[in-house]
């Protein structure tokens, strides 16, 4: 019988055909989703192989595909993935770092331009505002030339960001939870705890992954540390911040503003109290999201379901799966 490889159809991407042109060879490939407080549909039960969105994965889940040999984890972050319990039954999680890190590096640039340049309120203005003969003035911006930037999570995504705003002469501080001194180096950058970092930056971006250290990593607390004067960005996880506690430090101007393309809760609920604020720029968890960016992603997965299925380790494991021997039928 061919090995099965489920695709979820929840991946958004130009050429969902792709799979099927690179994974037919070797495969059965099928399109489908589920909700883990549903019972998986009968006929994806017996996977060998997943790409997946963002599904919750733990053991409850796993337990309806036993055949399971790998979940390609369709992004960066796998925090959707309880891995030990994956590593327990011998299944590889694979992810896609370092392909997809300028493309979300770029949009953490295009967040803080448009906030310092009040860009969404710039194109409203000239649609509505500007040719009239009485009209108001469009608040001043604000240059990012020689402002600091605080980068929490100096990684493969965080050093693109600091790259890109150092062109822009941005000043560099970063925290991490390891000193990165050859970065220190390249980008002149300083190495800061989180509270020193969060009063002295205009501009602080997150780009930590979401575990049990890093959720609710910035609370009220972190958000009163901050100048009124800066804007907060998270292109990470949405939980990586508190989300209320934001909301209220927007709402009393603990803060000057935030951009956001990830949210505690996907998609941003309409009524959520971010909707109606002015200065925040909102985006719908698009990171990753171009043409070259998600084409690069699908092949990172498809290389990693071919090599797990042809018995071979994987090339892009998850770092707590590297080294680990799996012997699969002993749990
Ligand atoms: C996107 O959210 C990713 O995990 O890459």
Redesign the pocket.
């Known amino acids: 019988m061919r090995p099965k490889v489920i695709v979820s159809s929840g991946i958004r991407t130009d050429n969902p055909g792709l799979f099927e042109e690179e994974l037919s060879g070797i495969a059965n490939v099928f399109f489908s989703t589920f909700r883990r407080d549903e019972t998986p549909p009968e006929e994806i039960r017996d996977a060998d192989a997943m790409i997946l969105a963002?599904e919750l994965i733990d053991e409850h889940v796993l337990k309806y595909f036993p055949k399971l040999r790998i979940i390609a984890?369709?992004?960066?972050?796998?925090d959707t993935v309880d891995v030990e319990a994956c590593t327990r039954r011998g299944i590889y999680v694979t992810?896609?770092p370092g392909i997809?890190s300028h493309a979300?590096a770029e949009l953490t640039i295009g967040l803080m331009l448009c906030l310092s340049r009040r860009l969404i309120q710039a194109d409203n203005y000239v649609r509505t505002e500007w040719a009239k003969p009485k009209k108001p003035m469009l608040p001043m911006g604000m240059d990012l030339y020689g402002k600091t930037l605080g980068i929490v999570g100096l990684g493969r995504i965080g050093y693109e960001v600091a790259v890109r705003a150092k062109a822009f002469n941005m000043k560099i501080m970063y925290n991490d939870i390891e000193r990165k001194y050859e970065a220190e180096k390249v980008l002149e950058a300083r190495y800061a705890d989180l509270e020193t970092l969060l009063g002295g930056s205009d501009f602080v971006s997150i780009h930590v992954p979401l575990t049990s250290q890093t959720r609710g990593l910035i609370g009220e607390r972190e958000l009163r540390l901050m100048k009124r004067t800066a804007y907060v960005i998270n292109t990470?996880?949405g939980p990586v911040i508190d989300e209320d506690a934001l909301c209220r430090a927007l709402r009393e101007g603990w803060i000057a503003g935030a951009g956001l393309d990830?949210f505690s809760r996907e998609p941003l609920p309409l009524n959520s109290p971010l909707i109606g604020m002015e200065n925040v720029v909102l985006a719908p968890?698009v990171?990753?999201y171009t043409r070259e960016t998600r084409k690069a992603?699908a092949l990172m997965c498809i290389e990693n379901v071919r090599s797990a299925l042809s018995g071979e380790i994987p090339p892009n494991l998850v770092p707590e799966q590297k080294g680990k021997i799996f012997e699969r039928g002993r749990n």
């Open positions: 963002l984890r369709y992004g960066v972050g796998y992810y896609t997809l979300v990470s996880r990830v968890h990171g990753t992603m």
